[in-house]
């Protein structure tokens, strides 16, 4: 008798690759985890086999169907002996902790088995040219179901399976990590930069009815005369004179917050309550929600930053996370008739799914500086974060 030892990243790959050289009639001495795996290395498996001298080593050549379905096989009679081995040794010796720890152990063997199998059947459909290998359904399932636009989910989805690496297919885990990593990397973000004083920032909110505009000018108004590092000078002005109640909403903020208001109705006006805010570090500016089909009203928005201004006036479209990503482009047109800087998205308390988010993200290529996330002024608003977005794409369960 001979002790040979074989070595691989799991433990179903060091069996394979014992089967492989020396065939079924094998005695294993003894199985162990060399080394574990993290998310940087590969873990390290290793099987020890008691071998007859005259055992010589397999090398038959198979065609490719004959390689899968002795992969099967061999899987299949691994899940077999995962599930008969660990039984004999429960009931003699081992304590109840022990054998949840030894059912753990079992459980995750099986698991790993499962994944083999799951990666041979992809080696089959793959041959015969499926278009979604099995292992990628689970990604694809969220994704669809969180909104995001059909042909950008394709788009990805081809990249991912001509790209990713084979390694990693094995595994739902490092499957959705990559993603994870891919979708990240495609979501612009404008970061939030303190201006300093001599600089002063002009922002206007423009966009649909009712999405939350005045509500996020209010907490962004608190967020930067209170909560960031150091205070600034905050002045507000309303463009949104038409609605009874609606001048009533911003005064109330304002006179809360101790930050002086001005309200315009026309360009002229407009100048001047420039002007006398231009002590202020920040001013924003409320609009009359419009119609994404109202043009004249969008129009009419694009008089008043023709006027001459102490600085740019940067254009903030606010967008609801519930409309869907076809009426999102729908409003992204139309409202691009003004120079859009910046995209905010609210109401994303009301949904658990933001795939139609990144779509627009995706589409437009403007990045999204803020996320308000409830009702509450000033606390419901988060700076944009690509993994909170994530959070609606990946991490959900299908039903
Ligand atoms: N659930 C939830 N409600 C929000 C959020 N932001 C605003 N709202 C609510 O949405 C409603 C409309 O908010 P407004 O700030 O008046 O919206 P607006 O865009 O200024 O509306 P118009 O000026 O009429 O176009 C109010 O009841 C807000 O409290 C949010 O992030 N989540
Ligand atoms: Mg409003």
Redesign the pocket.
């Known amino acids: 008798m001979k002790l040979k030892t074989f070595t691989a990243p799991t433990y179903t790959e060091a069996l394979k690759k014992v089967k492989d050289a020396l065939g079924d009639d094998v005695i294993i001495v003894s199985s162990k985890e060399v080394k574990k795996k993290t998310l940087t290395s590969e873990g390290l498996y290793e099987i020890v086999v008691a071998v007859e001298e005259d055992v010589s080593l397999k090398e038959e050549k198979k065609n490719n169907v004959e390689e899968v379905m002795l992969k099967l096989s061999s899987a299949a009679k691994e899940i077999n002996k995962t599930i008969k081995e660990p039984v004999k040794e429960i009931k003699n010796k081992l304590s109840p902790e022990e054998e949840i720890l030894k059912l753990k152990e079992e459980f995750s063997k099986l698991a790993d088995t499962i994944k083999f199998l799951q990666a041979t059947i992809w080696d089959m459909s793959h041959k015969e040219n499926l278009e979604l290998p099995p292992e990628f359904s689970e990604i694809y399932a969220l994704s669809k179901a969180s909104g995001m636009y059909y042909r950008h989910l394709d788009e990805i989805m081809k990249l991912s399976i001509q790209y990713m690496p084979f390694k990693m297919r094995k595994n739902r885990e490092t499957i959705k990590r990559y993603f994870h990593t891919l979708l990240k990397k495609m979501i612009p973000i404008r970061v939030e930069r303190e201006i300093k004083p001599p600089h002063k920032k002009i922002m206007m909110f423009v966009?649909p009815?009712?999405?939350?505009?005045?509500?996020?000018i209010a907490k962004l108004a608190a967020r930067y005369a209170y909560k960031l590092s150091s205070r600034h000078k905050v002045g507000i002005i309303t463009l949104?004179t038409y609605r009874i109640g609606?001048v009533e909403?911003l005064m109330t903020y304002a006179k809360m917050m101790k930050l002086p208001i001005e309200t315009v109705v026309d360009p002229n006006d407009f100048e001047e309550a420039l002007n006398t805010l231009r002590h202020n570090d920040y001013i924003l500016i409320d609009t009359?929600?419009s119609s994404q089909h109202d043009k004249e009203k969008i129009e009419k928005l694009k008089t008043f930053l023709s006027v001459d201004s102490f600085a740019e006036i940067s254009v903030n479209l606010?967008l609801s996370a519930v409309t869907k990503y076809e009426d999102l482009i729908d409003i992204y047109k139309n409202f691009s008739i003004l120079p859009i800087d910046t995209l905010i998205f609210?109401?994303?308390?009301?949904t658990k799914t933001y795939g139609n988010i990144f779509s627009l993200l995706l589409e437009t290529k403007k990045p999204v500086s803020y996320f308000?996330?409830?009702?509450e002024v000033p606390d419901?608003l988060i700076v944009a974060d690509a993994n909170y977005l994530l959070k609606g794409i990946l991490d959900k369960e299908l039903n």
């Open positions: 966009g009815t009712g999405v939350g505009k005045t509500t996020t949104d609606a909403q009359v929600g606010v609210t109401k994303l308390d009301e308000s996330i409830g009702q419901d």
